[in-house]
């Protein structure tokens, strides 16, 4: 079988191994879309090299990053399907010169950030959305769809990353993430308050490099993005998972893809989870203030089992872009 779409995606999701579930199918060709010219002589000049890039509008960028081969490859596919963070490395003249190598080129974006929510990942991505002439834009975020007009593609983007390893469970509750999103002040007002209850805590924030944050006691920072395996040890580790969402997201993030495929207890912000696959009352809890947190639920020791099986796989996407793309040729 040959080939049918191409993926592009972002560095930020390369560690990640989101897509890990499409290595192997004979569908679809990967390309991790990161800066690859001499990149330790480099690396503390990336930023700005890339926006000079784009100021200047330089053709061919793609010479110097890892999808350097990306006009050789669309011109024997039919779709390119952009993971959003991948364009930051793009420029919109790549995707009109790829419309004109192959005229029936059908070009998608798929967002799984929030368009509303203040992730760095899309600083650069949200001003190119208006630049350019999308087939299809989806995403996993029901209210920027309503919103924006966007094709809302539901929960498959998480390859599953269960391991087969055992490994004691020493912590109540695990938070990680960034201080940004405005949820700063309720991270820290949840922390005090499960602290002060003798609920053991594991919080992982990280700082992206800012000064202007409050200090606690017993929280790690972190200065920049931690390996996600590192993440997921600590989530096996953990009884419950606390999920802390940025103002404005109702979409799943990979705390909620996390707590179904490990078997966690989920403790969400996110009043839209009761409406998300395998939602259970009695595992996922929503708190509106602290009133709202149950300590000895998070305590309790309980055999949990969402009856997980693939259903969150990027192969369902795949399986749903080809297929729509069949039902929309022209006889």
């Not at 990967?30 to 100021?55: A, E, H, Q, T, W």
């Not at 920072?221 to 395996?229: L, T, V």
């Amino acid at each position: 079988m040959n080939s049918s779409l191409l993926l592009l995606y972002g560095r930020t999701n390369r560690h990640l191994g989101l897509w890990k579930d499409l290595e192997h199918d004979p569908r679809v060709v990967m390309r991790c879309v990161d800066f690859n010219l001499y990149p330790k002589l480099i690396r503390g000049f990336r930023r700005v090299f890339l926006s000079c890039i784009d100021k200047l509008r330089l053709p061919y960028r793609h010479m110097w990053c890892q999808h350097r081969d990306l006009f050789k490859i669309i011109q024997g596919v039919n779709q390119l399907l952009i993971i959003d963070g991948a364009l930051n490395n793009i420029d919109i003249c790549e995707l009109e010169e790829c419309r004109k190598l192959n005229s029936d080129l059908t070009i998608s974006l798929y967002l799984i950030n929030s368009v509303k929510a203040q992730s760095p990942v899309m600083r650069g991505v949200v001003p190119k959305i208006s630049r350019f002439a999308w087939d299809k834009i989806y995403t996993f975020d029901p209210e920027d769809a309503e919103e924006c007009g966007f094709v809302y593609s539901g929960f498959n983007y998480y390859s599953k990353q269960i391991s087969n390893q055992t490994i004691e469970v020493n912590n109540d509750i695990y938070f990680v993430g960034g201080l940004k999103g405005g949820r700063e002040e309720q991270i820290y007002k949840i922390y005090k308050y499960l602290n002060s209850h003798q609920v053991k805590c594991m919080f992982d924030l990280m700082t992206f490099g800012r000064k202007d944050y409050t200090s606690l006691d017993g929280i790690n920072y972190i200065m920049k993005w931690r390996p996600y395996s590192e993440v997921l040890q600590n989530v096996m580790q953990s009884k419950c998972i606390l999920e802390i969402n940025q103002k404005g997201q109702k979409g799943a993030t990979l705390r909620y893809f996390e707590a179904i495929t490990m078997n966690k207890k989920l403790l969400t912000n996110n009043s839209a989870v009761v409406d998300f696959p395998f939602y259970n009352s009695k595992w996922i809890k929503i708190i509106n203030s602290l009133e709202d947190i149950d300590l000895d639920w998070i305590k309790a020791d309980e055999q949990i089992d969402y009856g997980y099986q693939d259903e969150f796989s990027p192969i369902h996407l795949i399986d749903f872009i080809l297929e729509n793309s069949k039902k929309n040729e022209k006889i």
